[in-house]
Protein backbone atom coordinates (compact mmCIF):
# COMPACT_ATOMS: atom_id res chain seq x y z
CA UNK A 1 0.00 0.00 0.00
CA UNK A 2 2.94 2.40 0.54
CA UNK A 3 3.80 2.07 -3.01
CA UNK A 4 0.49 3.32 -4.48
CA UNK A 5 1.46 7.27 -4.04
CA UNK A 6 4.69 6.95 -5.39
CA UNK A 7 3.03 4.92 -8.40
CA UNK A 8 0.94 7.92 -8.43
CA UNK A 9 3.09 10.31 -8.13
CA UNK A 10 5.47 8.58 -11.04
CA UNK A 11 2.78 8.35 -13.45
CA UNK A 12 1.40 11.83 -12.84
CA UNK A 13 5.29 12.94 -13.52
CA UNK A 14 4.97 10.89 -16.78
CA UNK A 15 1.86 12.37 -18.24
CA UNK A 16 3.42 15.89 -17.25
CA UNK A 17 6.15 15.14 -18.97
CA UNK A 18 4.42 14.24 -22.03
CA UNK A 19 2.18 16.77 -22.03
CA UNK A 20 4.83 19.24 -22.06
CA UNK A 21 6.46 17.56 -25.08
CA UNK A 22 3.42 17.57 -27.22
CA UNK A 23 2.67 21.16 -26.29
CA UNK A 24 5.92 22.36 -27.77
CA UNK A 25 5.41 19.83 -31.03
CA UNK A 26 1.97 21.41 -31.25
CA UNK A 27 3.25 24.73 -30.99
CA UNK A 28 6.13 24.31 -33.68
CA UNK A 29 3.80 23.09 -36.15
CA UNK A 30 4.01 20.58 -38.83
CA UNK A 31 7.17 20.05 -41.39
CA UNK A 32 8.58 23.09 -38.79
CA UNK A 33 12.49 21.85 -38.23
CA UNK A 34 14.79 23.36 -35.10
CA UNK A 35 18.11 25.61 -37.08
CA UNK A 36 21.69 24.82 -35.28
CA UNK A 37 20.07 27.21 -32.69
CA UNK A 38 17.41 25.41 -31.52
CA UNK A 39 14.51 28.03 -33.27
CA UNK A 40 12.10 26.76 -35.24
CA UNK A 41 11.60 27.28 -39.01
CA UNK A 42 8.72 26.54 -40.96
CA UNK A 43 8.01 26.17 -44.48
CA UNK A 44 5.76 27.90 -46.76
CA UNK A 45 2.14 26.37 -47.16
CA UNK A 46 2.84 22.94 -49.15
CA UNK A 47 6.55 23.17 -48.38
CA UNK A 48 8.93 21.31 -46.60
CA UNK A 49 12.23 21.94 -44.58
CA UNK A 50 15.54 20.07 -43.50
CA UNK A 51 18.76 20.84 -42.39
CA UNK A 52 21.89 20.94 -44.48
CA UNK A 53 24.91 19.13 -42.46
CA UNK A 54 26.48 22.98 -41.03
CA UNK A 55 22.55 23.36 -39.49
CA UNK A 56 21.23 25.89 -41.64
CA UNK A 57 17.76 25.22 -42.93
CA UNK A 58 16.77 25.19 -46.41
CA UNK A 59 12.46 24.67 -47.83
CA UNK A 60 10.72 23.64 -50.36
CA UNK A 61 8.68 26.23 -52.48
CA UNK A 62 4.93 25.58 -51.84
CA UNK A 63 4.38 22.14 -53.55
CA UNK A 64 7.30 21.60 -54.45
CA UNK A 65 10.13 18.46 -52.84
CA UNK A 66 13.24 18.44 -51.07
CA UNK A 67 15.41 15.65 -50.59
CA UNK A 68 19.90 15.87 -49.43
CA UNK A 69 22.05 14.94 -52.10
CA UNK A 70 24.66 12.90 -51.51
CA UNK A 71 26.56 15.54 -49.95
CA UNK A 72 23.66 15.97 -47.52
CA UNK A 73 22.88 19.28 -49.10
CA UNK A 74 18.82 20.25 -49.46
CA UNK A 75 18.50 20.21 -53.49
CA UNK A 76 14.88 21.42 -54.45
CA UNK A 77 12.61 21.27 -57.31
CA UNK A 78 8.93 22.32 -58.86
CA UNK A 79 7.33 18.74 -57.58
CA UNK A 80 8.40 15.36 -55.46
CA UNK A 81 11.50 14.44 -55.86
CA UNK A 82 13.35 11.15 -55.73
CA UNK A 83 16.66 9.50 -56.05
CA UNK A 84 17.83 7.66 -59.45
CA UNK A 85 20.12 4.38 -59.34
CA UNK A 86 23.45 6.27 -59.42
CA UNK A 87 22.20 8.92 -56.32
CA UNK A 88 21.48 11.88 -58.61
CA UNK A 89 18.13 13.77 -57.43
CA UNK A 90 15.48 14.65 -59.51
CA UNK A 91 12.25 16.26 -59.11
CA UNK A 92 8.96 16.25 -61.38
CA UNK A 93 8.71 19.34 -64.06
CA UNK A 94 5.39 20.23 -62.09
CA UNK A 95 4.31 21.72 -58.81
CA UNK A 96 2.69 19.30 -56.85
CA UNK A 97 3.98 16.91 -59.15
CA UNK A 98 4.63 13.11 -58.38
CA UNK A 99 8.30 11.51 -59.03
CA UNK A 100 8.76 7.32 -58.87
CA UNK A 101 11.09 4.82 -59.98
CA UNK A 102 10.03 2.18 -63.00
CA UNK A 103 10.78 -1.72 -63.15
CA UNK A 104 14.30 -0.69 -64.49
CA UNK A 105 15.65 2.21 -61.42
CA UNK A 106 15.02 4.81 -63.94
CA UNK A 107 12.89 8.30 -62.70
CA UNK A 108 9.25 8.78 -63.64
CA UNK A 109 8.00 12.08 -63.47
CA UNK A 110 4.51 14.00 -63.96
CA UNK A 111 5.53 16.82 -66.60
CA UNK A 112 9.10 15.11 -66.84
CA UNK A 113 11.87 15.08 -64.69
CA UNK A 114 14.30 17.93 -63.89
CA UNK A 115 17.35 17.74 -61.88
CA UNK A 116 16.98 19.05 -58.25
CA UNK A 117 19.18 22.15 -56.81
CA UNK A 118 20.15 24.03 -54.36
CA UNK A 119 19.54 27.28 -55.52
CA UNK A 120 15.64 26.43 -56.02
CA UNK A 121 15.38 25.82 -52.37
CA UNK A 122 14.01 28.99 -49.96
CA UNK A 123 15.57 30.09 -47.13
CA UNK A 124 12.78 30.84 -44.41
CA UNK A 125 12.01 33.73 -43.06
CA UNK A 126 11.43 33.44 -39.48
Known amino acids: MKTLPRMTLFAATLLTVFATIGAVQAQQGRGCVNDRYGNPQCPPPGGYCMANINGDIRCSTPGGGILADRYRTPV ?17 G ?33
Open 76 to 92: CGPGQCIANRTGDIVCS
Open 94 to 126: VTRGSAALNINGEPVCTGGCVAASAEVCAVPVP
